[in-house]
């Protein structure tokens, strides 16, 4: 079984600053990563995810995320954010090649301020 | 991306009602179909798994006789909740897959169902 922490409920941040999502996973088997946006009164999109290969991931947005194996980590940063970011993030995890059941952490509110 | 749809987009109904919702991926035959439920300001909970043909495999707690879920063709899995009652009222989301455990899930808009 998996589990995923978002340890921010809600980040505030002002336009063009910097931000950063936590998400921490637990998983007895190796994991895929997952991070999804959902604006209001939407359904969830793709941001990035990690499945193999180099542990830094970009999204065509700016948004890029890191796997980090000894901290279980796949924190979400983007060094300059814009108002149209405001969005709920969900960090989520499935169990590698043993399925594709996704377990989703309990979301971010990101409200990007002028 | 991929694209999956949901009907209806928001659903009221009586006490005691069915109600069936509707999900479809409209460019690509989807082997496996997620059902989710997401209370408001909460994360999505997985309810069940959906393969084309076979019957879903339903999550610990949710009960299949309640929540009958139907996935008779490759674009098609419907969702019906039987004789919904208030506390049914939550946002349901799909999401569709074309393949294994590599392949991305492509989530529908969702359907808002409000039971009074």
């Known amino acids: 079984a998996q589990s995923v922490t978002q340890l921010d409920s809600q980040v505030p941040v002002f336009e063009e600053a910097p931000v950063e999502l936590r998400c921490n996973y637990s998983?007895?088997?190796?994991?895929?990563l997952f991070w999804y946006v959902q604006y209001p009164n939407q359904g969830l999109q793709l941001l990035l995810k990690?499945?193999?290969?180099?542990?830094l991931v970009k999204s065509i947005n700016g948004f890029e995320a890191e796997f980090n194996k000894s901290q279980t980590s796949f924190h979400l940063r983007k060094p300059s954010v814009h108002i149209s970011d405001t969005a709920e993030y969900f960090c989520?995890?499935?169990?590698?090649?043993?399925?594709?059941?996704?377990?989703f952490g309990g979301g971010t509110r990101v409200l990007v301020k002028p | 991306g991929a694209v999956v749809s949901q009907h209806p987009s928001r659903v009221i109904c009586k006490s005691g009602t069915s109600v069936k919702i509707e999900c479809r991926s409209l460019?690509?035959?989807?082997?496996?179909m997620f059902w989710y439920r997401q209370f408001p300001k909460q994360s999505l909970m997985l309810m069940a798994t959906?393969?084309?043909?076979?019957?879903?495999?339903?999550e610990q707690g949710v009960e299949k006789d309640k929540f009958l879920i139907n996935h008779a063709s490759l674009t098609l899995s419907t969702l019906t909740v039987t004789s919904a009652h208030p506390e049914d009222s939550s946002f349901y989301i799909c999401?569709?897959?074309?393949?294994?455990?590599?392949?991305?899930?492509?989530f529908g808009p969702g359907t808002r169902l409000t039971v009074l």
């Open positions: 999401s569709a897959t074309a393949g294994g455990a590599r392949d991305t899930q492509y």
């Open positions: 998983s007895s088997v190796s994991v895929y």
């Open positions: 990690y499945l193999s290969g180099s542990t």
């Open positions: 989520a995890v499935s169990p590698g090649a043993a399925g594709n059941k996704l377990t």
């Open positions: 460019d690509f035959q989807a082997t496996t």
């Open positions: 959906s393969n084309e043909g076979s019957k879903a495999t339903y």
